[in-house]
């Protein structure tokens, strides 16, 4: 076909720490991958500074075709996506 497997799939790749030496959780890095057959807009790089990170995740099971209304668990429970990942 015409389109490649980062054209029909998502990766997601995260690290649990930002800065190795203190192992803060702020600010750590989060590298979504591939189109996910169109759902996923992608070439870009965004910034989330102090917003909750599950909202990765979630917008990404939303790009899917979830159903869920919510994502996460005490302070990582979310109930909004991240607009500038959805196509």
């Keep these: 076909g015409d389109s490649t497997l980062l054209d029909n799939s998502c990766t997601y790749v995260t690290s649990c720490t930002s800065e190795s030496k203190s192992h803060s959780g702020a600010d750590f890095p989060l590298m979504v991958l591939g189109k996910g ?5 992608t070439d870009q790089h965004i910034r989330m500074p102090g917003d909750n990170v599950s909202k ?6 939303t790009a899917m075709g979830s159903t869920a209304k919510e994502f996460g668990k ?10 500038a990942l959805l196509a």
């Design 37 to 41: 057959s169109g759902t996923i807009k």
């Design 74 to 83: 005490d302070e990582g429970l979310v109930k909004d996506v991240v607009p």
């Design 56 to 61: 990765v995740p979630f917008s990404l099971l």
